[in-house]
């Protein structure tokens, strides 16, 4: 293979292999790698043998040793939505209720109460992105942030 070639199909590693960043091992070298492993081959000589880094013949091996499959795990791809009507009107309602309460609170909230599990919840950021684009904050309305609003609940002083 030429040099024209390694530039238009990836990087050479340190072991002489061509590989593109970023992109799974072709199929075919995976099944060589659990075949190997299976004849009772060591990961580094698979490793030499294939031209392959330690670190990925360790990692197919690993996946195929939990999940059975040499297939690689999707690239990119988006996460399941999580802010559904139903999140945005129970944090909504909660804001409304407790204009003061705060995103992780919040979070809390939607797992006690049954609206979210734990896979499904959505992250603090997500939360704080909703109140800020979708609900706004009572310091919109008030004129003081957040963290006013709750001082002034837990402390029962109105600051200036």
């Not at 992105?129 to 609003?149: D, E, P, Q, W």
């Amino acid at each position: 293979m030429g040099d024209t070639q390694i530039s238009q199909y990836g990087e050479v590693n340190q072991l002489g292999g061509v590989f593109v960043n970023g992109r799974p091992l072709p199929n075919a070298v995976r099944l060589r790698i659990v075949e190997l492993a299976q004849l009772g081959i060591r990961p580094c000589d698979i490793s030499r043998q294939l031209r392959v880094s330690h670190g990925c013949v360790s990692k197919i091996l690993a996946r195929y040793h939990e999940t059975g499959s040499i297939l690689p795990g999707a690239i990119g791809g988006s996460k399941p939505r999580v802010t559904t009507p139903k999140v945005v009107g129970y944090i909504k309602e909660l804001k409304s209720k407790d204009p003061g309460i705060f995103a992780w609170e919040i979070r809390d909230r939607l797992l006690a109460d049954g609206i979210c599990d734990k896979y499904n919840v959505p992250s603090v950021s997500s939360i704080s992105r909703i109140l800020r684009n979708k609900i706004g904050t009572m310091a919109h309305l008030t004129g003081k942030s957040n963290f006013f609003v709750k001082l002034i609940k837990v402390t029962g002083k109105g600051y200036a």
